[in-house]
Structures are given as C-alpha cells and as structure tokens.
C-alpha cells in the first residue's frame, strides 16, 4: 500500500491561517489503512483545528468528507455538490490523491495535511516497511522475492556492499543487508544462480529517471 | 470572583466504573456537579473522536474509567 503520515498539526495550521471555512477530505484506500488520511483521521485532524483556531479571535469553519479514492474522479466528484463557500481544501489523501484532487477543483486551494513516504507493507500493528521502489522493472524472480531497489540501502545490484556486516547495513543494527537477505534465501532455494541472472546494469528508464510515467491500456479506455 | 470549576466528562465503563457510580448513588453519595458521567458499554469502545468532541464543546478534561 501507499504508506503516509500526517504533518504536523502546526505546519497545517500555518497553511490555513488566512482561511476561515475549510473542507478536511480524506482517502478511504491505502491513507486509510495506515490510520493517517481515512475518515477517522479527518474527523481528528478537523477536531484538532477547530481547537486551536476556535479559542482565538480567527476562528473556523471546518467540513469533514471522506472518499473511497481521491485518486479516481467518480469518488473526487462526490464532494463537488458541498464545496460551497469552501475557501480552502486539506487532503490527507497521498499525493497522487492530493493532486488528483486539486486538479478537479482547480479553483480551490489545495494544502496537503499528509506526507506521502513510502509503497510498503506491515510486518506487525503498528509498524510500516517500505519494501517497493515502484522502479517499473521488477527483479524480484531473480533476488529471492526481496527488492535491492528499495530494501538495499544504495539500491545496488551487485551486493552486498563492504557496508555489510553480518548481515546488517551499515546504516545502523535495525536494517537488515537486503543482499545478505538475497543470498540466504537463494541459498535456501538452491537457486544461488539467480544471482548471476541478474543484470549489473538497471536500466532506469522505467523508473523516476524516465520522467513522469505513463500507463495507457487502450482495452480499458472508452 | 466564584472560583474556577473545570467541566469534567467521566466516560464510565458499563461493568465497572458506572456500576460503582450507581452503586455510590444508591449509597447517597455525592459527587460534584461539574463532573458529567457518560456510560460507555465498554471503555474498549473508548474513541479518540469522543474525547476531541468532548473538548470541542467545552469540557476541561476528560476522565475515563474502567
């Protein structure tokens, strides 16, 4: 999933200052499932800004809506009918959802109430890994289903590096060395020779170093 | 000047809490006026929003029990 955290309550505050009704609209996908952008959030981070607005002089208005996606225009549209005398939107949608959104109601400002950090999975409650670089041109049959992209440290392909000691990067004790990872788990497969399989040389294109990427599958289009 | 007096929200469990209220009631015991009590069916059913809520419409503090 998407994986995102919520600012900080005063960078928010900071950015709707000047406004004095607003709309928190949140994503009820991947932000949800994290606990940082889905209905729930909205209602805490409304709450949270009427609070501290509403014992000063500036006070505000704030809406609350959340949408199953921000990221696809049927669900955006939903809140198109409530935006009346709406200054200003707070998305805690990831920042696909964010722009999508303020793309569609192009005449409001948009303030992002989320960071988007990572596409990553949960290993336990209350814990986030990033584990997909989204690089365009997935390896993981030949490293043993673990990502160097994104779990190595310095994305490379030929590992592990003189960083590596017994099994742990040289970032410090709690990340593990995905090419050790690599290596033991080929090894428990008996399928060391992946290894070799694999190209020294990524080709980036089909990551951010190609531009902005583009998926066009005309079977799906109208 | 009458001295401060916070608004207090008590959200009271069902089995526990709240049942020693009524049973403090039931004893002619007394506790302030400023003290609201909410019954929950559980404080497990206790939610973030309930006490921002709380706050927003002018508690001072909010006591869970349970």
């Known amino acids: 999933m998407i994986v995102g955290e919520q600012k900080p309550i005063d960078e928010i505050l900071g950015m709707v200052e000047q406004y004095k009704k607003i709309m928190v609209v949140g994503c009820g996908t991947c932000v949800a499932i994290c606990y940082a952008g889905g209905e729930k959030e909205v209602g805490v981070l409304s709450s949270m800004i009427r609070l501290a607005r509403n014992q ?24 198109e009918n409530d935006l009346d005398g709406i ?13 999508f959104t303020a793309e569609i109601f192009e005449n409001i ?30 390896v993981l049959g030949y490293t043993g289903g673990i990502c160097p992209v994104a779990r190595c440290s310095k994305s490379i392909f030929n590992g592990p590096c003189g960083g590596s000691q017994d099994g742990v990067c040289e970032l410090g004790k709690d990340v593990p060395c995905a090419w050790a990872e ?16 694999l190209s020294l040389y990524k080709d980036w294109k089909t990551a951010r170093d190609g531009g902005p990427r583009v998926i066009t599958r005309e079977d799906m289009q109208r | 000047m009458a001295e401060y007096q916070p608004e207090i929200l008590a959200l009271c469990c069902n089995y526990c809490a709240f049942a020693a209220a009524d049973l403090a009631g ?3 015991l007394t506790y302030p006026s400023n003290v609201k009590v909410v019954r929950l069916n559980c404080t497990g059913k206790l939610d973030i929003l309930y006490i921002m809520r709380a706050f927003e419409k002018g508690a001072d503090g909010v006591f869970v029990a349970g």
């Open chain 1, 56 to 79: 000063t002089d500036n006070k505000i208005e704030v809406e609350e809506r959340t949408v199953l996606r921000q990221c696809e225009e049927e669900y955006v549209r939903l809140i």
């Open chain 1, 182 to 197: 690599i290596y033991e788990r080929l090894k428990k497969q008996g399928r060391l020779d992946m290894i070799e399989k």
């Open chain 1, 87 to 99: 200054e200003a939107i707070v998305s805690i949608a990831c920042g696909a959802g964010i722009q």
């Open chain 2, 26 to 28: 039931s004893m002619r």
């Open chain 1, 109 to 138: 400002p948009m303030f992002p109430g989320l960071n988007t950090t990572f596409i990553g999975y949960v290993p336990e409650q209350g814990v986030w890994k990033e584990n997909c670089g989204s690089c365009g041109n997935c």
